[in-house]
């Protein structure tokens, strides 16, 4: 008799882009005094040609303390005034149930951003290493690492800094990464 070999069901593989920046503001050479990180600002992209990504940061692109929830693009607003932006993108390989997962969390965020604010305590703290939560209140890397550890992304719940692990090479998920101006 001839036993059955049972499959696994392998996971379809999907991929994030965890886009670091250092965009050349004032506001970020202030911030690259106190973490002493290359890179500042963190964003996320469920698309390759990064055309879309999201993040917390400037909803106006000449005014920095007017933050929220934010599409950005290399096209438009912040990195289209600061085309000398410099990226580290990090191409993260993720489940199909965590792309889900991490596209859900995206889409109610935006479709409900009135609610969600910048958490500009949590940003002062941070330089003192005093984290500071808000309920609906995010920079960007806690964004960023709040989408990655709440949809179960290996390395999230490790890392206290995207920007500074990512700037190091020290968070476990990356595989690729390379550099390349926002300039299109």
């Not at 996320?44 to 005014?63: Q, T």
């Not at 599409?71 to 410099?86: I, L, N, V, Y």
């Not at 949590?122 to 500071?132: E, K, Q, S, V």
């Not at 920079?139 to 992304?153: G, M, T």
Request: hydrophobic share 40%; glycine share 4%.
């Amino acid at each position: 008799m001839c036993a059955k070999i049972q499959q696994e069901a392998v996971p379809l593989e999907q991929h994030i882009y965890i886009v670091i920046s250092q965009t050349g503001t004032l506001l970020s050479r202030i911030i690259k005094l106190f973490t002493k990180a290359e890179y500042n600002h963190a964003s996320i992209s469920l698309v390759p040609d990064l055309d879309v990504m999201y993040s917390f940061g400037r909803k106006h692109p000449y005014n920095p303390f007017w933050g929220g929830f934010v599409k950005e693009s290399p096209h438009w607003g912040t990195f289209k005034r600061f085309s000398q932006t410099r990226i580290l993108v990090l191409d993260v390989a993720v489940t199909e149930e965590q792309y889900r997962e991490i596209q859900t969390r995206i889409n109610t965020i935006s479709a409900n951003r009135r609610y969600y604010h910048y958490n500009y305590w949590g940003l002062y703290l941070a330089a003192f290493r005093i984290p500071y939560r808000h309920k609906r209140c995010y920079y960007c890397s806690e964004f960023v690492n709040h989408l990655l550890a709440r949809s179960d992304v290996e390395g999230a719940k490790n890392t206290r800094s995207i920007v500074q692990d990512a700037s190091s090479k020290r968070f476990s998920m990356v595989f690729a990464y390379f550099f390349m101006s926002a300039k299109v």
